[in-house]
């Protein structure tokens, strides 16, 4: 493979990494773009990774943890509240009530006296006795009406459960269903988010591993580009091999820098459960 093909492949792959990356940034694959160049120091090598170590650290911090532990609490709590529909309850109620009408009118008394005759041994004698009569005036005003017409009522309800029981107590063994239900599943998440873990300490240390073997691959390709630079001045050696020993070495030169950013992005990865920030201020 010609040098000039493998250049047009590489761009061809960057373009495509591009377009990857807008879908997953959700942009327009239209606009264009350009990743700014950051310069990433190696990072020292060699660290031994504890696993506990980082699983308690990630355990109290990952969301899908704490949520997985409120939706347990909350089953609990479903618990209590079902058992709670097994005991009495002793409830008390009570109201102040009052009312205006437009139509209640004042009433006066009046009071006169109705004359009535009484026949009395042949004679009609006039008697005379008062009479009160009710007279309708204006419309009672209002907060007066109001305080006039205020009634209530209070009262205690006590209710024991005596035929729901077993209704409340299927409620019960469903509740306690769920706690269980929430602890597995508060226990599959915590088990993915170890394994989540051991498989990216792995991947650490393969990519250190492979970093450490592309750099002596390189090492030895540049031992091997001098040597036969000189056999070719000596005449040992004719162009093309030196053209094939020169492409070993910018392959080389491509493995180790590809090995490197490899290992710092899982290196990234596994800062990301132990709580480092990406890019520290």
Same mark, same amino acid.
């Given at each position: 493979?010609?040098?000039?093909?493998?250049?047009?492949?590489?761009?061809n792959g960057l373009e495509m990494t591009y377009m990857n990356? $807008?879908?997953?940034?959700?942009?327009?694959?239209?606009?264009?773009?350009?990743?700014?160049?950051?310069?990433?120091?190696?990072?020292?090598?060699?660290?031994?990774?504890?696993?506990?170590?980082?699983?308690?650290?990630?355990?109290?911090?990952?969301?899908?943890?704490?949520?997985?532990?409120?939706?347990?609490?909350?089953?609990?709590?479903?618990?209590?509240?079902?058992?709670?529909?097994?005991?009495?309850?002793?409830?008390?109620?009570?109201?102040?009530?009052?009312?205006?009408?437009s139509a209640a009118k004042e009433r006066s008394i009046d009071?006169?006296?109705?004359?009535?005759?009484?026949?009395?041994?042949?004679?009609?004698?006039?008697?005379?006795?008062?009479?009160?009569?009710?007279?309708?005036?204006?419309?009672?005003?209002?907060?007066?009406?109001?305080?006039?017409?205020?009634?209530?009522?209070?009262?205690?309800?006590?209710?024991?459960?005596?035929?729901?029981?077993?209704?409340?107590?299927?409620?019960?063994? #469903?509740?306690?269903?769920?706690? $269980?239900?929430?602890?597995?599943?508060?226990?599959?998440?915590?088990?993915?988010?170890?394994?989540?873990?051991? #498989?990216?300490?792995?991947?650490?240390?393969?990519?250190?591993?492979?970093?450490?073997?592309?750099?002596?691959?390189?090492?030895?390709? #540049?031992?091997?580009?001098?040597?036969?630079?000189?056999?070719?001045?000596?005449?040992?050696?004719?162009?093309?091999?030196?053209?094939?020993?020169?492409?070993?070495?910018?392959?080389?030169?491509?493995?180790?820098?590809?090995?490197?950013?490899?290992?710092?992005?899982?290196?990234?990865?596994?800062?990301?459960?132990?709580?480092?920030?990406?890019?520290?201020?």
């Open positions: 493979m010609f040098r000039g093909q493998a250049v047009v492949n590489a761009e990356l $807008k879908v997953l940034m959700n942009m327009d694959p239209a606009k264009p773009m350009k990743v700014q160049k950051i310069l990433i120091e190696m990072p020292e090598m060699g660290k031994n990774y504890e696993l506990d170590q980082i699983y308690v650290e990630a355990g109290s911090r990952m969301p899908n943890i704490l949520a997985a532990r409120i939706r347990e609490k909350s089953a609990e709590m479903g618990v209590k509240i079902a058992k709670g529909a097994l005991q009495p309850t002793i409830s008390a109620y009570g109201s102040l009530l009052t009312n205006f009408s009071s006169t006296t109705q004359n009535i005759n009484l026949n009395i041994f042949g004679l009609n004698v006039p008697v005379g006795f008062p009479v009160t009569i009710p007279v309708e005036g204006n419309t009672t005003p209002y907060f007066k009406q109001i305080w006039n017409n205020i009634y209530g009522n209070i009262g205690v309800n006590m209710n024991v459960p005596l035929f729901n029981g077993f209704q409340s107590r299927i409620a019960m063994e #469903r509740a306690e269903l769920s706690v $269980k239900i929430a602890k597995l599943n508060t226990l599959s998440i915590q088990n993915q988010l170890k394994t989540d873990i051991q #498989r990216s300490i792995n991947d650490v240390r393969a990519a250190e591993k492979s970093f450490s073997v592309a750099e002596k691959s390189l090492t030895a390709t #540049r031992a091997s580009v001098e040597n036969t630079r000189k056999r070719f001045e000596l005449g040992v050696v004719n162009g093309f091999e030196l053209t094939s020993v020169q492409n070993m070495l910018i392959s080389a030169e491509s493995s180790l820098l590809q090995a490197k950013y490899d290992y710092i992005f899982k290196l990234k990865v596994l800062d990301f459960y132990r709580g480092i920030k990406l890019i520290e201020n």
